[in-house]
């Protein structure tokens, strides 16, 4: 009987610890990678000639980094390795079975595969506010691509925004890279932060990181404040400047030629929905996730989830719940089961929820800025589509759900398939309907889930 076709989507932690879980087992796993080079965002690898010391760019990661990147060389060997490969289409394959049609070095590819693992990772989540718009302003996540990939800095003066982990390591990474950062500005309040101490101390190696990044920000001058309001970038044509409002309600602005922003992140779980698999809303994230269970298994038979796209976790949990999840597959396969490999890495990731819970406890959701969004406010770029086109659809033409409002607005399909507005839009409807976010549903994925030549489906 010949070996069942596992394909891997994503080639970041959670995806390269699959991968490995499965060469051992003497499987031949497809991995397939939108990168050029395996260690997904985290661990984004600089291109050949291009290579800068890895304490430079992870910081305290540079290890972990190294050590993936290391494993990803060592499998290429033993794995079905394929780089700059976008799945942008699954398709269930009668009788069992997955077709994904893919874009790559070779342009459009359908691969007929029987297992998928999904890794596919998070991103920024956006909200937004007055000048988001404006040429210069960039998500965090894409500051830290132009960092590790491009080697250079989104602007001259830097000004960063957010509610989230993510802010006071970009704002680390960019100041030990020598940039000029003017403003690190957090949207969440540091009340929050004293309060959760006590439970982010369950692993206090991964506090300790967080709190030397703030510090050093603090050391380099770098003005750090939390529970700002009112955010709005300023300029014309461009970026100038970004004022804010503090906890006190003084107002505040800072020249600046470029802002970088980020409000938490969001799982990019369309692949799941395309595979058929059932969601389920997570209420501290405030989002719609594919139903995973401790092991790795989804609502689908042979679908497998991994990583940040089922959840957020970061980079530390994806890789277990990577090798976790090569486990369960090799299970459901009949292979041999290591009940202690199993039991070890089900403690650490129970350990590392507990300690998941108390950093969203110490960022939460920034309500306010979702209120603060004026009905001149474009909210979805693609479309061009304003927060009060999206309230006139609620109030006056009965909208009271995410696809219906997007039927009836187009906003969610333009190039994004919603995945920049999507949460925000949703937030607004069930604002505006006095109801709770979950009510509204989400948008349903469908293919092409990112932009493709109109050649390819032909």
């Known amino acids: 009987m010949s070996e069942p076709v596992v394909a891997i989507v994503g080639a970041g932690p959670a995806g390269l610890r699959a991968a490995q879980g499965l060469a051992e087992a003497g499987l031949r796993p497809l991995l ?11 661990y984004r690898r600089p291109p050949p000639g291009a290579e800068r010391p890895a304490a430079d760019l992870y910081g305290f990661e540079a290890g972990r980094a190294r050590a993936l990147h290391d494993l990803a060389d060592a499998l290429a060997p033993r794995i079905d390795y394929r ?3 976008m799945v942008w289409g ?16 070779r342009g459009h590819e359908r691969i007929a595969v029987d297992r998928l693992v999904l890794a596919t ?9 007055p000048g988001w718009t404006l040429p210069g302003v960039f998500t965090l996540g894409a500051a830290q691509i132009a960092l590790k990939a491009q080697g250079m800095a989104i602007g001259r003066r830097v000004a960063l925004v957010g509610a989230g982990p993510l802010l006071p390591l970009v704002a680390h990474q960019y100041a030990k890279a020598g940039a000029t950062v003017v403003a690190v500005l957090d949207a969440t309040p540091l009340g929050a932060k004293v309060k959760a101490a006590p439970r982010l101390a369950a692993l206090p190696a991964t506090l300790a990181k967080g709190v030397w990044y703030t510090l050093a920000g603090a050391l380099r001058g770098i003005p750090v404040r939390s529970g700002v309001r009112a955010i709005a970038v ?17 107002r505040h602005r800072v020249p600046c030629d470029a802002v970088g922003a980020s409000f938490g992140l969001r799982s990019e779980a369309q692949g799941a929905d395309l595979a058929g698999c059932r969601f389920v809303f997570e209420p501290v994230t405030r989002q719609w996730q594919p139903e995973r269970s401790p092991e790795g298994r989804s609502s689908h038979p042979h679908v497998y989830l991994a990583g940040d796209g089922s959840g957020i976790g970061g980079a530390d949990v994806a890789e277990l719940q990577g090798e976790r999840t090569a486990l369960a597959l ?4 009949g292979r041999p089961r290591d009940a202690v490999r199993e039991a070890r890495l089900d403690r650490r990731l129970a350990r590392q929820a507990g300690f998941r819970a108390a950093l969203e406890a110490a960022y939460p959701y920034p309500h306010h800025l979702v209120d603060a969004i004026h009905d001149d406010e474009i909210v979805c770029r693609c479309e061009g589509i ?8 609620a109030t006056e033409r009965d909208a009271r759900e995410m696809n219906r409002l997007k039927a009836l607005t187009r906003a969610g399909m333009g190039r994004c398939q919603g995945r920049v507005c999507g949460h ?12 709770p976010v979950e009510t509204v549903g989400r948008l349903r994925g469908q293919a092409p889930i990112k932009p493709i030549p109109l050649r390819e489906p032909a």
């Not at 304003?386 to 659809?393: D, F, M, S, V």
């Not at 925000?424 to 109801?435: G, K, M, P």
Request: one cysteine or more; proline letters at 5%.
């Open 121 to 129: 990772g998070a991103m920024d989540r956006t909200l937004p506010f």
């Open 32 to 42: 397939l990678d939108e990168g050029h080079r395996a260690g997904g965002q985290i």
């Open 424 to 435: 925000a839009a949703a937030e607004i409807l069930a604002r505006t309907l006095n109801e």
């Open 234 to 250: 300023e300029g014309e044509g461009r970026v100038e400047a970004l004022a804010w409002e503090d906890a006190r309600g003084r």
């Open 83 to 85: 780089p700059g490969m």
């Open 386 to 393: 304003t927060a009060g086109a999206l309230r006139h659809a």
């Open 90 to 105: 699954i398709a269930a394959r009668d009788p069992a079975g997955f077709d994904l049609d893919c874009l790559g070095p």
């Open 330 to 333: 090799l299970a459901d396969l």
